[in-house]
């Protein structure tokens, strides 16, 4: 999972998250995020595209490991197909909060996880809130590098 997390792809690159626990076998990762004054709309709550983009990432990267840890013969990679994000409470700058990821039913058709912005604090207090469903797609040629004919 930290190899997975070291990757940089441009968006959100330049949010300094923090790994606070991974569990790839059980489908749980939460991240340390320190609110700053450009992560806010508006409005005082967290930026929705700051929202969908971190829950893209990381919800990936969450299911790309569980995959690879509980079925390691199938195909890791995947596109989205639906990326659902609501911003729900004002937040201040220097704030710390909690980007909990959870892989929902993990034996769906489609792989399905949520990210929720709580409070470090209080972990009642949910921020943001963010729903990812994927479909599997060999768009980096997987298949053939497990058959050999790469």
């Given at each position: 999972?930290?190899?997975?997390?070291?990757?940089?792809?441009?968006?959100?690159?330049?949010?300094?998250l923090?790994i606070?626990?991974?569990?790839?076998?059980?489908?749980?990762?939460?991240?340390?995020?320190?609110?700053?004054?450009?992560?806010?709309?508006e409005?005082?709550?967290?930026?929705?595209?700051?929202?969908?983009?971190?829950?893209?990432?990381?919800?990936?990267?969450?299911?790309?490991?569980?995959?690879?840890?509980?079925?390691?013969?199938?195909?890791?990679?995947?596109?989205?197909?639906?990326?659902?994000?609501?911003?729900?409470?004002?937040?201040?700058?220097?704030?710390?909060?909690?980007?909990?990821?959870?892989?929902?039913?993990?034996?769906?058709?489609?792989?399905?996880?949520?990210?929720?912005?709580?409070?470090?604090?209080?972990?009642?207090?949910?921020?943001?809130?963010?729903?990812?469903?994927?479909?599997?797609?060999?768009?980096?040629?997987?298949?053939?590098?497990?058959?050999?004919?790469?």
């Amino acid at each position: 999972m930290d190899e997975l997390l070291k990757v940089k792809n441009g968006y959100g690159s330049d949010t300094d998250l923090e790994i606070i626990s991974s569990d790839p076998n059980h489908g749980t990762l939460t991240l340390k995020l320190i609110v700053d004054d450009h992560h806010l709309n508006e409005s005082g709550t967290l930026d929705e595209g700051l929202v969908a983009t971190l829950a893209d990432n990381y919800t990936t990267y969450l299911l790309i490991a569980h995959s690879l840890a509980t079925k390691p013969d199938t195909m890791p990679i995947s596109v989205s197909v639906c990326l659902s994000v609501q911003a729900l409470a004002p937040v201040s700058p220097g704030t710390i909060i909690h980007l909990v990821c959870r892989i929902g039913n993990d034996r769906l058709t489609k792989p399905h996880a949520f990210a929720v912005f709580v409070d470090a604090k209080n972990p009642n207090v949910v921020y943001a809130r963010a729903s990812h469903t994927k479909h599997n797609k060999d768009v980096m040629g997987y298949g053939a590098q497990k058959s050999g004919k790469l």
